[in-house]
């Protein structure tokens, strides 16, 4: 039996080898091939060990670091717009560095009258008004640039005119007889567009000269519910959304359409020179924040449950659960701008400016405005 056992205890040792080269054997030999030989002992030096690939990366850096918010005092950079003359602001925008509203106060009815455009230097916390032509109870939507100023003059119920007023020669022109309602105005250079109920379930999107009164329809809306989104120009682009909810983009001068088909509703598209944003619904809890560009026309869905919404040159400020955030184009990274013990509701946005009411206590309007990626040193 001695031959047998010694057979068979050499059998089981070969097979415990075989397996202990089929498990471990590749690991061993990627060692083996990826070991540098030890010259130490000739040279005198220590080769400097070659990084493992296994080895743990380098944390990621935030990417909310890279912005001024990150690290800011939110109470230190906000600024309450006070205006002792009016109890009420409205209509805010931004144009030429400075925000811009109308200022008024209570009449015999119960209802504000809106008398005065209200100029706010964001720099110096200054103000200066402005007293345009005015035949009716209130001045609505100003838009302001360099050489011109249009309104509307409407009564406490809608309708009235829409007026030009040249800054250079401080001349009004009645553009046009408003015959129902309050719309919003959008101004680039000497032209002005705004859609209009013009008949019982028939809306006009209308492109004015404000220097000549001269005016063209450029879209007819039949009982449709984008006829409820406003205009933008910028830059000679006029961005809407046509009857059946495309987004467009024409270029006023040359009149060429670019459309983006999106497939998603489409609602106050807005522009900066670079994104195109929109929202995806009616100021309801189901709307979503987009923004594309001509490059990239692939909607990117920026944030949800919108209820407004307005654009800075890098970012877009938008409202949320009583709540003011912005969210910066190029990273997506979203901060909220309104105090913790606060509510607010967002008023408007441009350049490097948000501006809102803080809606915290309702005994007065209580209106604070911000910069977004720069601050003082003190802030």
Same mark, same amino acid.
């Given at each position: ?119 706010? !230097? ?8 402005l007293a ?11 838009? $302001? ?7 509307? !003059? ?9 007026m030009s007023?040249?800054r250079n ?12 309602? $309050? ?51 910028? !830059? ?89 955030? $912005? ?53």
């Open positions: 039996m001695g031959p047998l056992v010694t057979a068979l205890f050499c059998v089981l040792l070969f097979a415990g080898f075989v397996a202990l080269v089929i498990l471990y054997g590749p690991t061993v030999m990627n060692w083996a091939l990826g070991c540098a030989p030890d010259w130490s002992c000739i040279t005198g030096e220590t080769p400097a060990p070659s990084p493992s690939p296994l080895s743990t990366p380098e944390p990621t850096q935030n990417p909310a670091e890279n912005h001024a918010l990150y690290s800011v005092n939110l109470k230190e950079v906000q600024t309450e717009m006070v205006i002792p003359d009016f109890q009420y602001l409205s209509d805010f925008g931004f144009a030429l560095g400075q925000l811009i509203c109308v200022g008024g106060n209570y009449t015999s009815d119960g209802t504000a009258a809106f008398v005065r455009v209200v100029f706010q !230097d964001l720099e110096e916390n200054s103000h200066s008004y345009l032509p005015q035949n009716y109870k209130s001045i609505r939507f100003p838009q $302001v640039n360099e050489n011109y100023i249009v309104y509307l !003059d409407v009564t406490g119920s809608g309708g009235g005119r829409l007023y040249d020669t401080q001349e009004s022109l009645e553009l046009k007889t408003v015959h129902y309602g $309050v719309f919003k105005l959008t101004l680039w250079d000497k032209y002005v567009a705004w859609t209009e109920r013009t008949g019982s379930v028939r809306d006009k999107l209308f492109l004015c000269d404000v220097t000549t009164g001269e005016s063209v329809t450029l879209h007819i809306f039949d009982d449709s519910p984008f006829a409820l989104s406003s205009p933008y120009l910028y !830059d000679g682009l006029l961005f809407y959304a046509d009857s059946d909810g495309i987004l467009q983009s024409l270029d006023i001068l040359k009149g060429e359409y670019t459309s983006f088909d999106t497939g998603l509703y489409v609602h106050d598209p807005k522009y900066n020179g670079t994104y195109i944003a929109f929202m995806s619904g009616n100021h309801d809890e189901s709307s979503g924040l987009y923004c594309l560009t001509f490059e990239n026309p692939e909607p990117v869905l920026l944030a949800s449950g919108v209820a407004d919404f307005y654009m800075g040159d890098t970012f877009a400020a938008y409202m949320k659960d009583d709540r003011v955030y $912005v969210v910066f184009f190029e990273d997506g990274v979203t901060f909220c701008i309104t105090r913790t013990e606060e509510t607010a509701q967002l008023l408007g946005a441009g350049g490097d400016y948000v501006v809102w009411m803080d809606t915290t206590w309702r005994d007065k309007d209580i209106v604070e405005y911000m910069r977004i990626t720069e601050f003082d040193d003190e802030g």
